[in-house]
C-alpha cells in the first residue's frame, strides 16, 4: 500500500487541522436520506477531538457551477453533522474561504469543530487552483483528507492543499485503502471479482484492469449481454451494445492470456417489458425468444457463481447482477449478496465491495454490515478498479515526500 502519515503521526493539540469530508450526501426535501458517509468521517473527528485540536470540516456538496448557490449550501448538513459526533456543537462558516472563514475559526477553541460552506462555490476548487488552495490553507496548521470517495478528483482541497500543509489521511481514508489493497494488492487467493451493471462500454477499462488481477471474473447484469452476443447468442430484445463485440473478444482473449476464469451467464430470466411484477420465463440463454429481453441472471448461473464464491477466498464486488430495483428482478443480486454474506461471517471469504447501485442492493438484502467492508465511494471505486491513480492519494503519497519540515511534530 502506498506510504503516506496517518493521525497517529501528526502531533494537532492545539491546532487547527483542516479535513477534507466527503459531504456529499443524498439530500431530499432538506433531509439527508442516507447518512451513511457523515457516520463513517465521525470516527476521525472524534479522533481529533481526543486530540485537542480545533476541527475545521470542509467538503464539496452538489455541483453548483463554481459560484454560491442556495440549493447547494452544506448549512443543512450541520444537524446531521452534529448528531453523528454526539450532538457536539458544530459552528458554521458561510464561506469557506476569506474574512468570515477567518473569523469562525479563530473562534474555535481546542476540541471544538465548525463547518465551511461548499467548497464548489469557489471556481478555483475544481480548477485546482494554487491561489484557492492557499486561500484555505491559511484557515489551518496540518491538513487531513479522509474523502476517499472524491479522490478520483484533481481539484484544490484534495490535491493542491495536501502539499502546502503537513498532510495526513484520517481514518475512512485509511480504512477505505487498507479494505481495496487487501481486495486487490496483496490478496489470499483465489480472488473473484463480481461485475455487473448495464454497459460494457463503460467498464472497459475496469474489465481489462480486473481480468489481469483475479483468477475467476463472474459478469452479470446487461453487460453479460454483449458478451453473450460477442460469442454468437442472440440475445433478442435485451440491452445489448452489439458495436462492442469486438472489444468484447478482446477481453475473452485477454482472460484466457492471464489465465482469468470467466463465468458468463447460462440461464436467464426473461420477460416482454420490465415492470414490477410482469410475467417472466427461465430459459437458458441461447433459447431467448426474439420478442423478450433478459433482465436478470438465471438460478443455474446463480448457483454456478455461488460455488465459485465457495472456493474464493477473496470477492471484489461491483454491479448489480440484474434490474434488481424492479422486483422480481432482484432475485439473483439479493441470493448472491446473502451468499456472500454468509460466506463472510462464515470467515470463508474476505469480501469487498462499492458503488451507488451496489451498495443499494446490499441494502435491499439486509446484509451492508455483513461484508467485510463496503466502501462509500462510487466514482472513487470504480476508477480504483480500473487501477489508476487517485489524485486524492497520490496527493498524500507525495506530501510525505515533501511534508514542510519541523511543523509536523
Ligand atoms: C461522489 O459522490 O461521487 C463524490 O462526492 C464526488 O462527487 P462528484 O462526482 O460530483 O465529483
Ligand atoms: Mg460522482
Redesign the pocket.
Known amino acids: 500500500m502506498a506510504r503516506f502519515q496517518t493521525l497517529d503521526d501528526i502531533d494537532v493539540r492545539c491546532k487547527r487541522v483542516l479535513l477534507r469530508a ?1 459531504l ?1 450526501v443524498p439530500v431530499k426535501d432538506g433531509v439527508v436520506s442516507d447518512a451513511t458517509r457523515i457516520e463513517r468521517l465521525a470516527p476521525t473527528i472524534e479522533a481529533l477531538i481526543a486530540k485537542g485540536a480545533k476541527v475545521i470540516v470542509m467538503s ?1 456538496f ?2 453548483p457551477q463554481g459560484r454560491p448557490d442556495p440549493d447547494y449550501s452544506l448549512r443543512p448538513l450541520v444537524g446531521p453533522l452534529s448528531q453523528a459526533i454526539g450532538g457536539r456543537n458544530v459552528s458554521f462558516a458561510a464561506d469557506c474561504v476569506g474574512d468570515e472563514a477567518k473569523r469562525v475559526v479563530a473562534a474555535l477553541r481546542p476540541g471544538q469543530v465548525c463547518l465551511l460552506e461548499n467548497l464548489r462555490f469557489h471556481k478555483g476548487e475544481e480548477e485546482n487552483s494554487p491561489d484557492f488552495a492557499r486561500a484555505l490553507a491559511e484557515l489551518g496548521d496540518f491538513y487531513v483528507d479522509d ?1 476517499f ?2 479522490a ?2 484533481a ?1 484544490a482541497s484534495i490535491a493542491a492543499l495536501a502539499h502546502l500543509l503537513p498532510a495526513a489521511a484520517g481514518k475512512l481514508m485509511e480504512a477505505e485503502l487498507a479494505a481495496l489493497t487487501a481486495a486487490l494488492e496483496s490478496p489470499a487467493r483465489p480472488v473473484l471479482a463480481l461485475v455487473g451493471g448495464a454497459k460494457v462500454s463503460t467498464k472497459l477499462d475496469l474489465l481489462r484492469f480486473v481480468i489481469s488481477k483475479v483468477d475467476v471474473l463472474a459478469i452479470g447484469g446487461a453487460m453479460a449481454n454483449t458478451l453473450l452476443f460477442a460469442e454468437g447468442t442472440e440475445v433478442g430484445r435485451s440491452l445489448c451494445e452489439r458495436d462492442m463485440a469486438d472489444n468484447a473478444r478482446r477481453l475473452f482473449a485477454l482472460a484466457r492470456e492471464r489465465n482469468c476464469r470467466m463465468i458468463l451467464p447460462e440461464d436467464a430470466v426473461v420477460a416482454a417489458r420490465l415492470a414490477p411484477g410482469t410475467e417472466t420465463r427461465t430459459i437458458p440463454v441461447d433459447a431467448v425468444p426474439g420478442d423478450m429481453m433478459i433482465l436478470d441472471i438465471g438460478p443455474k448461473t446463480v448457483a454456478r457463481i455461488g460455488s465459485a464464491l465457495g472456493e474464493a477466498r477473496t470477492l471484489v464486488w461491483n454491479g448489480p447482477l440484474g434490474a434488481f430495483e424492479t422486483p422480481p428482478f432482484d432475485r439473483a443480486t439479493v441470493a448472491l449478496a446473502r451468499k456472500i454474506a454468509e460466506l463472510t461471517q462464515a470467515g470463508k471469504l474476505l469480501s469487498v465491495a462499492g458503488g ?1 447501485d451496489t451498495v443499494a442492493a446490499l441494502a435491499m438484502a439486509g446484509v451492508t454490515d455483513q461484508l467485510s467492508y463496503v466502501s462509500t ?4 471505486f470504480l476508477e480504483w478498479l480500473e487501477g489508476r491513480e487517485l489524485p486524492g492519494v497520490a496527493a498524500l503519497t507525495a506530501a510525505v515526500r515533501t511534508a514542510p519540515k519541523g511543523n509536523a511534530a
Open positions: 466527503d456529499n464539496h452538489g455541483r474523502a470517495s472524491a478520483h478528483r481539484h451507488g465511494a462510487g466514482g472513487a
